[in-house]
């Protein structure tokens, strides 16, 4: 058998080659063609297994061997497993593109919802069937059959570019490297940033120090660095990935506007953003815009008072004209002497083996679960680990991998993924989940282990949020489970989960020493907590830009018009920056998020309406206790354990008692009210 269309739990990772991809997709692709023809024209009678049942099952089983491939781009990227990848994404594409166009299809669930049976169905089932339904007509299952080929075309050409935007990012990011020999130009930077730069070069078989665009590499420079022009050096380099040659992204992100503006139209949208939102919590792109206006508004002044005094500290620091490379450092000095703290200080205690213990320690004191590694399963790479994880009933609710580090053939950034969807079965067992969570951190170095930021620490735990919202899913449906949810409330099991990474009696529980076993001090956690909404509103500010550009891009500019959509974002941008002219950089050919697929294309802006859900339902937590484990449980069963078997709004409702509100986001980043 073909590996990569093995189906077992533990996915064999050492048989799967990149020679494996094309014909495994192929052979799944003509297996899933037979099967819709036997669902499109079965003579039978319409059932719920015959059709909606027998529907999900193909699209899980054709599901696996193309995540698990692209899986592989983003973790193990090759030319020869690209080659593979690329040349069965299309009819891939194709095939899940027709599937709602299919009339013989769309009539047989047409039919089975006129049956008794349907009329009769209840709970996840009923919601199922009337999703389905939804989800059948907002891709086209009704347009006439011209524009159901067009969009058919569409989607296939969107999946390509998405690719090749990906790809381009990802070579851009690796063919960057800086040489430094000169020991003095290394000034200012943490003995970490070194030792790594001195790694990068030696495994190079370089001399000196090696700085990339890697995260790890990136921000040390950005923040530390007192040699300027290293700054500037690395600040471009990343803010114009993906912008020369033949990795430039700019007629890709042009091409991608046009064609969701042409898809929008096609089903009777006036733009992308209100058809890619219908099933969002905001509903279109008209409130989700309001909703970044209303909040940039609110935090102008704080920006501005911020601005002032960035502006004053650097002639302090006797830069005359701040760039925009100056911002990381220059913040970073500010912060050092106001609250007399340095994040580095923090890292020793945050070796990355005891951050997952305390973070799992906690889910096992909130949630009721038990995590355990685990050593008996195949990895894609020597550094991934495995874990089992049971609930308080002992019922094994699944396993996922955890890889933390970077590498070149690894997409950068991090994310949640998953493999499969258990849940609940009918005989009353469980079938057990499988997921995974993936980063860019700080590596192990010189004998001693990784040691994380405490920004890392927070990605670490919004990760597991992530992962957690899958694992503990106990819906009986998969397309309905986990985080198959709205994408506007997708982030909010991820974004409370940072919460605890503020709390004291939470740090002093996991945030030790990696020599001496000390417990991090009060009085570092009580400097980082009084420091925590220094910047705040640059940092706000920030998020809001992206998710306002996402939002015009989709919505006011005209991707037929010939207007540059770079220097529609960069002028747009303007507003959001310290200085007007720091927006003019080609960011936007990088911004993977919006480009590299449709995730958080015209949903950007979730990030910042999660993140008002997830401060507001953590003051529950606030108020009733961080560590109340009846709090923890009524989350997992409000919210964790719900999937999309409700509406987003309802879940909320359930584990809160009332709408959110907005006032605990701003307490909370900007120190409003305080």
């Not at 990149?18 to 899933?32: F, K, S, T």
């Not at 001399?207 to 471009?236: A, C, D, M, W």
């Not at 450092?329 to 994040?343: G, H, N, Q």
């Not at 997409?411 to 005989?427: I, L, S, V």
């Amino acid at each position: 058998m073909n590996p990569i269309l093995d189906k077992s739990f533990k996915i064999p990772f050492s048989k799967i080659k990149p020679e494996h991809v094309e014909p495994g997709i192929r052979e799944a692709l003509a297996e899933a063609e037979e099967r819709l023809e036997l669902i499109s024209n079965s003579s039978e009678a319409v059932t719920y297994e015959n059709t909606i049942q027998a529907l999900d099952d193909l699209n899980l089983d054709l599901g696996h061997p193309i995540g698990l491939a692209y899986h592989l781009m983003t973790v193990k990227n090759s030319p020869e497993l690209r080659e593979g990848f690329e040349s069965v994404q299309p009819d891939f594409t194709a095939f899940s593109a027709r599937l709602p166009l299919n009339e013989k299809l769309w009539a047989r669930i047409k039919a089975f919802s006129e049956t008794d049976e349907a009329k009769q169905l209840t709970g996840i089932k009923k919601r199922h069937l009337e999703k389905t339904i939804e989800d059948f007509k907002h891709e086209g299952a009704d347009l006439p059959a011209d524009k159901k080929q067009r969009a058919e075309e569409i989607n296939v050409e969107l999946s390509q570019l998405y690719t090749t935007f990906s790809n381009n990012v990802l070579d851009s990011t690796n063919a960057f490297e800086h040489i430094i020999t000169d020991e003095a130009e290394l000034a200012g930077l943490p003995d970490s940033a070194i030792a790594q730069a001195r790694a990068d070069a030696e495994a190079k078989d370089k001399e000196g120090y090696r700085f990339t665009l890697q995260i790890t590499s990136y921000l040390p420079v950005i923040k530390y660095s007192s040699n300027r022009e290293l700054r500037k050096i690395i600040h471009q380099a990343f803010s114009n990935r993906a912008s020369s040659g033949e990795q430039n992204n700019k007629e890709n992100i042009s091409t991608i506007l046009r064609l969701r503006r042409e898809l929008a139209e096609l089903h009777g949208y006036k733009d992308f953003a209100d058809y890619r939102l219908k099933t969002s919590m905001v509903k279109n792109g008209t409130t989700a815009y309001d909703f970044v206006k209303d909040l940039a508004v609110r935090t102008k002044d704080y920006f501005v008072n911020e601005i002032t005094a960035i502006n004053a500290y650097a002639k302090e620091l006797g830069i005359t004209e701040l760039e925009a490379w100056d911002i990381g450092y220059v913040s970073e000095k500010l912060r050092s002497e106001k609250f007399a703290f340095d994040d580095e200080e923090l890292r020793p205690y945050f070796p990355a083996d005891s951050v997952l213990e305390g973070m799992f320690s906690l889910a096992t004191t909130l949630f009721g679960i038990t995590i355990v590694k685990q050593d008996n399963a195949e990895v894609w790479h020597e550094s991934v680990e495995y874990f089992d994880i049971n609930d308080e009933d002992g019922t094994y609710l699944g396993s996922f991998y955890i890889d933390l580090f970077p590498r070149e053939e690894k997409r950068g950034g991090a994310w949640m993924n998953h493999f499969y969807t258990g849940g609940p079965q009918e005989d009353g067992s469980f079938k057990p989940h499988l997921g995974l969570n993936c980063a860019n951190f700080t590596p192990p170095q010189n004998g001693n282990p990784a040691l994380l930021t405490h920004s890392e620490v927070e990605t670490t735990f919004h990760e597991f949020g992530h992962l957690l919202h899958h694992m503990l899913s106990k819906v009986a449906i998969p397309a309905r489970s986990g985080v198959n949810v709205p994408w506007d409330f997708v982030e909010l099991p991820s974004q409370i989960m940072e919460n605890w990474c503020w709390e004291h009696e939470a740090l002093k529980s996991f945030a030790k020493h990696y020599e001496t076993g000390e417990a991090l001090p009060y009085e570092l956690i009580d400097k980082m907590k009084a420091a925590r909404t220094f910047m705040g509103a640059n940092a706000q500010m920030r998020q809001l830009s992206f998710g306002t550009v996402d939002l015009a891009l989709h919505i006011d500019f005209d991707p037929n018009s010939g207007e540059d959509a770079i220097k529609y974002g960069q002028n747009l941008m303007e507003a959001f920056t310290i200085k007007p002219h720091f927006a003019h950089t080609n960011f936007l050919n990088g911004f993977g998020h919006v480009f590299a697929g449709n995730g958080y294309a015209a949903g950007y802006y979730s990030y910042k309406w999660s993140e008002v859900l997830d401060a507001d339902a953590f003051s529950r937590f606030q108020k009733e206790g961080v560590f109340n484990p009846d709090v923890g449980r009524d989350f997992v069963k409000c919210i964790l354990s719900q999937g999309d078997s409700k509406d987003a709004e309802e879940l909320y409702r359930d584990f809160m008692g009332r709408d959110p509100d907005s006032e605990a986001l701003l307490k909370r980043n900007l120190g409003a009210g305080v």
